[in-house]
């Protein structure tokens, strides 16, 4: 909430008398995931079970953990809690414009190529600049996609990648993708899959799959921490 300039974090701002977060679950709730597990920040996990989950009924809600000073470092311990699932959607708690509509297309995009991320393409001019930050190239805009969650993958996968980050001390790693792309065992594919129920929104999938595997064990991870 810092960068809004409020006092609580932005997933807990209350719209049309609803907490930002809330619309979120409401709609992994009524998606196809098994499990949410809900990942909150130090101290907030009495007031995340009473004032959100219980209140608002929320029955996917299998666990909440708290999470770590970083945003990687509370992804991680939410990978972990997860334990045994096969798949693991992370999403972010304040992004609240998913529908089930779109959490089911991404069930059906990581059953299929094993890790696929929700993105927009870039509409803004981008420039590289130097380190006087004078410009010195401008990407074409066309091959450039805004990242977004959820970030799908199989969920042994993610875990040792992020276990292999964490070890390394790498702290530059700014999603999940990035992780995946630097630390998993897959190379690489970036692909177009669809136009999505929301203006604009697209599937990037990336690292094709090998086997069609069924959803059950599908997780979703919260990632309510800045």
């Known amino acids: 909430g810092s960068r809004m300039h409020m006092d609580i974090q932005k997933q807990y701002a209350t719209i049309l008398g609803k907490p930002v977060i809330a619309y979120t679950l409401d709609a992994f709730e009524a998606s196809q995931v098994d499990d949410i597990i809900l990942v909150v920040g130090e101290g907030e996990i009495p007031f995340a079970r009473k004032q959100i989950?219980?209140?608002?009924?929320?029955?996917?809600?299998?666990?909440?953990?708290?999470?770590?000073?970083?945003?990687?470092?509370?992804?991680?311990?939410?990978?972990?809690?997860?334990?045994?699932?096969?798949?693991?959607?992370?999403?972010?708690?304040?992004?609240?414009?998913?529908?089930?509509?779109?959490?089911?297309?991404?069930?059906?995009?990581?059953?299929a190529y094993d890790a696929c991320v929700m993105a927009v393409p870039v509409k803004d001019t981008i420039k590289i600049v130097d380190e006087e930050q004078y410009s010195v190239s401008t990407p074409d805009r066309k091959v450039m996609w805004q990242m977004q969650t959820p970030q799908c993958f199989r969920l042994p996968e993610i875990r040792e990648a992020y276990r292999r980050m964490l070890e390394s001390g790498d702290n530059t790693m700014t999603d999940d993708a990035m992780v995946m792309e630097k630390y998993g065992s897959r190379r690489l594919l970036v692909c177009i899959a669809i136009t999505a129920l929301v203006s604009g929104l697209v599937q990037v999938l990336l690292f094709p799959g090998a086997a069609l595997l069924g959803a059950s064990g599908i997780v979703f991870m919260m990632i309510v921490l800045s």
Do not use: N
């Open 53 to 111: 989950v219980d209140h608002f009924g929320y029955t996917k809600v299998s666990q909440i953990v708290t999470g770590g000073k970083e945003r990687y470092e509370s992804v991680y311990k939410g990978l972990c809690a997860a334990k045994d699932s096969t798949y693991a959607l992370i999403h972010d708690g304040a992004r609240a414009f998913i529908t089930p509509e779109l959490i089911a297309q991404c069930i059906r995009d990581v059953i």
